[in-house]
DNA sequence: AAATTCGTCAACCGCTCTTCA
DNA sequence: GTGAAGAGCGGTTGACGAATT
C-alpha cells in the first residue's frame, strides 16, 4: 500500500486487503456503525466511506451466513422476487444473513438459468402434451392465444371510458406508504401486491400496454399481477381477461361506492401440491381497511368472458370437470346472509382430474378469483 | 499445455432518497 | 423551502478460477 499523504490521501479502490479487513471489523465491533466517512478515517482506511460500507454489509459483517443457498432459501428467493421483483434490499431483508448482492448474484447467474430451462421444458411438454390424445378438455385455444392487439381492441373503450370516468390524478401514494403495503403483503408467504392506478400516467390501457406479455406456455408460476407502469407484468394471455374484467366491476363498483382511493391487490395462491393458482383481487381506501365488492369467480381460460353481472350477484360458470360445490356453499350462504362479498379466511377447493386445491384467502377479503387453468396442464 | 470461454461474485458507479442545517 | 451530504439501492463491471477447446 502507498497511499500514506495525510493533506490529501488517494482513495484505495479494488479489493480489499486482510489488513484492510481487520481494520474494518476492528473499529466497527469497538464502535458500532456510525458515519460511514468517519468510518474510513478513524480507521485508519484510504477507502471511501461508501465502500467501507459495502465491504462491512456484504462481507464482514458477523451475521452473515455464507455458503450455497438451500433449496428453502431459492424457492423464498423466487417467491420474493415474484412479488417484489428486482428490489433485492426487501428481499434480502427476509432472508436472515443474506445481503441483497449476493441475492441478486445468485439471482442473475443461477435462478435466471433455472428458469429459462424450466420454461424450456415446460414448452416442451406443454407441446408433447398437446400432440398427445388428451383425457382431460382442454380449454378454447382462442383465448389461449388471443394477441394482445385482439385484447386492446376488445377492452380499451371500456378502459378509456374508466379512465375518464374514475381515474384520480389526485390521489397519491407516498413511498412510504408503498413501501409499507408492499412489506405487509411480502411478509405473507401467499399473497403479492401490486398498485393500480395513481396517477392519470398509470392507467388501465396504459398498465395494459406496458404489460410484458408472455405465450401460457412460458408463463412462470407465481406470476406477478402489476397496474404499475413500473413493474414488469409477466401474465400469461390466459389471466388477462378476467382481471381486466374484475379490474372492470371493481372500478365501477369502487365508484359507486364512493370510494376514491383505489389499491388493487392481487393473492397468489400457488399451490405446490397440484400446481393450481389462484388469484384474488381487492382493492381499499387505504392500506388497512379493504373494502370488498361483489363476489365474482370466473374462470380465465375456459368461459373468459362468459360470465355476467345479474345486479348484486355475478354469476360465473366454471369448466367440466371442475367441481366448484364449495364456492357456491360459500356464496349462496354470503347472499343468503345478505352480504356481497366473502371475507377474508374463506376456503376454497378447486378439483379437476384428481388434483385439487385448497385456496384460503387469509389476508384479503375475496373480490375475484380465477383460477389458472394452465398450471393444470403444465405440471 | 496453452488459449479461450464461461460462471461467479466482490466491488464500483450513478442514481435516488433521506436527513439536516 | 432549499441545498448539501450521507445513505442506500440496483445495474454493471472486471477479476479470477474452472471448464472447455
Known amino acids: 500500500m ?3 499523504t495525510e493533506a490529501k490521501p488517494k482513495l484505495r479502490k479494488g479489493l480489499w486487503s486482510p489488513e484492510e479487513d ?3 471489523i476492528n473499529y466497527m465491533m469497538k464502535n458500532g456503525q456510525g458515519c460511514w466517512s468517519d468510518v474510513a478515517k478513524q ?3 484510504q477507502r471511501c466511506g461508501k465502500s467501507c460500507r459495502l465491504r462491512w454489509i456484504n462481507y464482514l459483517r458477523p451475521d452473515l451466513k ?3 443457498f438451500s433449496p428453502h432459501e431459492e424457492q423464498l428467493i423466487i417467491h420474493l422476487h415474484s412479488i417484489l421483483g428486482n428490489r433485492w434490499s426487501q428481499i434480502a431483508a427476509r432472508l436472515p444473513g443474506r445481503t441483497d448482492n449476493e441475492i441478486k ?7 435466471k438459468k433455472k428458469l429459462k430451462h424450466n420454461n424450456n421444458s415446460i414448452i416442451k ?3 408433447s402434451t398437446a400432440n398427445s390424445t388428451m383425457s382431460m378438455p382442454m380449454p378454447a385455444m382462442s383465448a389461449r392465444t388471443q394477441p394482445l392487439d385482439a385484447m386492446l381492441a376488445r377492452y380499451q373503450p371500456s378502459l378509456r371510458a374508466i379512465e375518464n370516468q374514475f381515474c384520480n390524478p389526485e390521489v397519491q401514494r407516498s413511498k412510504r406508504e408503498q413501501n409499507q403495503f408492499e412489506d405487509s403483503a411480502a411478509n405473507s408467504m401467499n399473497s403479492c401486491q401490486l398498485w393500480n392506478t395513481y396517477s392519470a400516467q398509470e392507467n388501465f390501457s396504459h398498465s395494459l400496454r406496458s404489460m410484458n406479455l408472455q405465450e401460457p406456455s ?3 408460476l407465481c406470476d406477478q399481477i402489476s397496474w404499475s407502469s413500473n413493474t414488469q407484468l409477466p401474465l400469461n394471455y390466459t389471466t388477462i381477461p378476467a382481471l381486466v374484467d374484475s379490474e372492470f366491476i371493481s372500478l365501477k363498483e369502487n365508484h359507486n361506492n364512493n370510494n376514491q382511493n383505489e389499491l388493487m391487490t392481487a393473492c397468489d395462491n400457488y399451490h405446490e401440491s ?3 393458482t389462484a388469484w384474488s383481487t381487492s382493492y381499499s381506501d387505504n392500506t388497512e381497511n379493504c373494502n370488498p365488492v361483489g363476489n365474482i369467480l370466473c374462470n380465465a381460460i375456459a368461459q373468459p368472458m362468459e360470465w355476467a353481472i345479474n345486479e348484486e350477484k355475478i354469476s360465473y360458470e366454471l369448466p367440466q370437470g371442475y367441481d366448484c360445490s364449495g364456492i357456491n356453499e360459500k356464496e349462496e350462504a354470503g347472499a343468503a346472509a345478505g352480504l356481497n362479498s366473502l371475507g377474508g379466511g374463506d376456503e376454497f377447493e378447486f378439483e379437476c382430474e384428481g388434483a385439487s386445491a385448497v385456496w384460503q384467502d387469509n389476508m384479503y377479503d375475496i373480490h375475484t378469483a380465477a383460477c389458472d387453468l394452465d398450471q393444470m396442464y403444465f405440471t
Not at 105 to 111: L, M, P, Q, T
Open 2 to 4: 502507498s497511499c500514506t
Open 22 to 24: 481487520d481494520k474494518l
Open 43 to 45: 480507521a485508519g482506511l
Open 66 to 68: 455464507r455458503g450455497a
Open 105 to 111: 448474484n445468485f439471482w442473475n447467474s443461477c435462478i
Open 125 to 127: 411438454s406443454a407441446t
Open 218 to 220: 412460458q408463463a412462470r
Open 274 to 276: 397440484s400446481g393450481l
